[in-house]
């Protein structure tokens, strides 16, 4: 018995029957994104808009703020009198020997006893200042110098200091406690100040700033003496 072979047909695929509510999702998500960019355009737009209306306002809010800053804290306007007179004018002649470079703290205080807190006043100053010093040689007098021979006789003036000041760029207030029942003293500083000057002075004059000026002025005169041609030079009190 003869069977005759038959090949299977090919099955055709199921068509998928679309989903609405897959399809309503994607929609409605496609709305969403569309709604959050024309949200984000929205608010970048506005907010040009926003800034350009302010900016005006600002600057004339820096403006008044500077104004207001100056009227506060104004500077200072130094007009010098355009007429000078020169009262004196003197020949020096001082040889200054030596220089000291002193640093002090000095500290100011008003009513610091038991109600301190509360009535008193005190700050720290921290003082920068300088101390010249040397011979003046226009108190040299000519019994004041003589010769023997090769040997020359001087007797130089005392040393005296010259300059003894603050550095008023360098000096400074460290700290100041007003008491909360009271105002700054302004005149406190000031007393510091006058103070600091005194004790720079005392410091350099207990350090031996005198004796120092004379020894260098006489080992200067000494090298000048004998380049003009006197050996032997000596120094009298």
């Not at 009513?111 to 301190?116: L, P, R, V």
């Not at 004379?214 to 009190?237: C, H, K, W």
């Amino acid at each position: 018995m003869d069977y005759e072979q038959q090949t299977p047909q090919p099955q055709q695929p199921e068509k998928k029957t679309p989903n609405p509510l897959a399809t309503l999702l994607k929609v409605l998500l496609g709305l969403v994104v569309i709604s959050l960019v024309l949200v984000i355009l929205a608010f970048s737009f506005v907010s040009r808009q926003v800034d350009n209306a302010l900016h005006p306002l600002q600057q004339v809010n820096a403006g008044l703020s500077t104004q207001v800053s100056r009227l506060l804290n104004p500077t200072p306007t130094v007009i010098p009198d355009p007429v000078s007179i020169v009262r004196e004018v003197q020949t020096l002649a001082r040889l200054e020997t030596i220089q000291y470079s002193v640093e002090k703290i000095i500290t100011a205080e008003l009513n610091q006893g038991a109600f301190g807190s509360l009535f008193g006043d005190r700050l720290l100053f921290v003082a920068h200042g300088y101390v010249i010093a040397g011979v003046d040689l226009s108190k040299l007098t000519a019994e004041d110098v003589r010769i023997e021979g090769t040997t020359l006789w001087v007797t130089l003036p005392a040393a005296e200091v010259f300059v003894g000041t603050l550095d008023n760029e360098s000096s400074y207030v460290y700290d100041r406690d007003t008491g909360l029942l009271r105002r700054a003293d302004s005149n406190l500083e000031s007393t510091a100040r006058r103070a600091a000057e005194a004790e720079i002075l005392k410091t350099a004059t207990e350090d031996g700033i005198l004796e120092q000026a004379e020894t260098n002025a006489e080992a200067y005169l000494m090298s000048l003496f004998n380049s003009l041609g006197y050996p032997r030079v000596i120094f009298q009190d």
